[in-house]
C-alpha cells in the first residue's frame, strides 16, 4: 500500500498546530494535532472527528496511536529540552525522516515510571516533592533572598529577617513540592497505567 503525505505547520509562540494530510488508496485523509505549550493541552483529529483530547500539567511529550484503514498511525510529541518536536509515524516508519522511529524516548520514560511503581506514591511525594523539590527549593529560595537583602539592598544584618524568610519558605514551597510530584505522578500514570497494572 502507498501512502503519501504532505504536512503544514502552524506554529505561534505558546500553541503549535501540525496538519498532515495522508492519501490512503486514493481517499484523503486531514489529520490535526493540537498542542499548547504553557497548559499542556493536545488533542488530535481525524477529518474534524475529535480521536484524542487531555491536558498534562507535567508535559513530556506522547505518543497517541490511531488506525486509518489497516494501517497504524501515531502522532508523535517529543519534548526537546524547552521545547518539543512533532511527528507522524506511519506502521513504525517516520514521515519526516522516512527512517523506522526511535521509540528510547518514551521508553526511558516507561523505566521511570516503574522504578517510582517499586517504590510507591507516598515515598515519591514525601521523598521526591516534599524534601527534594520543596524544602531544597525553599532553602535555596531563602538563601538568594537573604543574599539580596544584604548585599544588594545594603541592609543591616539581623539573624531575624533570616529566619523569617527561612520559616515562611519552608511553609510555602514544601506544599509545591508535594503539588509538583502529585502533577508528576499523575500524568506518567495516565500515559502508562496504574502502579497496579505495571509488571514489576
Known sequence: MQVQARIFERGYRYLAKINWEVVVQGVIFRIELTHRHSTGFRSLKVNGELIFKDRDFFDIGGDYPFLIDED?????????????????????????????????????????????????????????GFLGIGVSTGVLWCMGWTWIMYRVMRMDFSFYPFMIAL??????????????????????????????????
Not at 85 to 107: A, Q, R
Not at 175 to 200: C, L, V
Open 72 to 128: 497504524i498511525f501515531i502522532a508523535r510529541i517529543v519534548r526537546q529540552g524547552i521545547g518539543f518536536n512533532y511527528d507522524l509515524v506511519i506502521n513504525g516508519v517516520s514521515i519526516t525522516t522516512n527512517e523506522p522511529v526511535d521509540f528510547s524516548f518514551m521508553i526511558h520514560h516507561q523505566e521511570k515510571w516503574e522504578r517510582m511503581c517499586k517504590k510507591g506514591k507516598q515515598h515519591y511525594l514525601w521523598y521526591s
Open 167 to 200: 520559616l515562611i519558605s519552608l511553609l510555602i514551597w514544601p506544599f509545591f513540592g508535594m503539588f509538583a510530584a502529585y502533577s508528576i505522578w499523575h500524568t506518567y500514570e495516565k500515559k502508562f497505567g496504574k502502579p497496579e497494572d505495571q509488571n514489576i
